[in-house]
Nanobody
Framework: QVPLVESGGGSVQAGGSLRLSCAAS????????MGWFRQAPGKEREGVAA??????????NYADSVKGRFSISQDNGKNTLFLQMNSLKPEDTGMYYC??????????????????WGQGTQVTVSS
């Protein structure tokens, strides 16, 4: 399993932006599927965005609810995954987790199959 540490969460007003980071010391994300997931109180964990990178090619995937607002990327040289969140809405509030699964894989936004998880970072969007 890959040790993952998220950061960058916080409280913002609707329409604001946040950038989340997920670091994995000593591991390369190349060849892994990486994903961002969130969980609001009383709700199931849901996928937000995922990405698969191999060599110089990246393949992102997004949940319909965040398309056009969120962007997933990674810096393999720094072993860091990012989630840029723009035009935030109150319904984006929740604990955000990054996760990894080794290849072969597809960058699915379902949490099924991801076997390494971070501790999470809280995102709160007020109206």
């Amino acid at each position: 399993q890959v040790p993952l540490v998220e950061s960058g969460g916080g409280s913002v007003q609707a329409g604001g932006s946040l950038r989340l980071s997920c670091a994995a010391s000593g591991y390369s994300f190349d060849g892994y599927c990486m994903g961002w997931f969130r969980q609001a109180p009383g709700k199931e964990r849901e996928g937000v965005a995922a990405i698969y990178t191999l060599g110089g090619s990246s393949y992102p995937n997004y949940a319909d609810s965040v398309k056009g607002r969120f962007s997933i990327s990674q810096d393999n040289g720094k072993n860091t995954l990012f989630l840029q969140m723009n035009s935030l809405k109150p319904e984006d509030t929740g604990m955000y987790y990054c996760a990894a699964r080794p290849s072969p894989c597809r960058p699915a936004v379902s949490p099924v199959g991801y076997d390494s998880w971070g501790q999470g970072t809280q995102v709160t969007v007020s109206s």
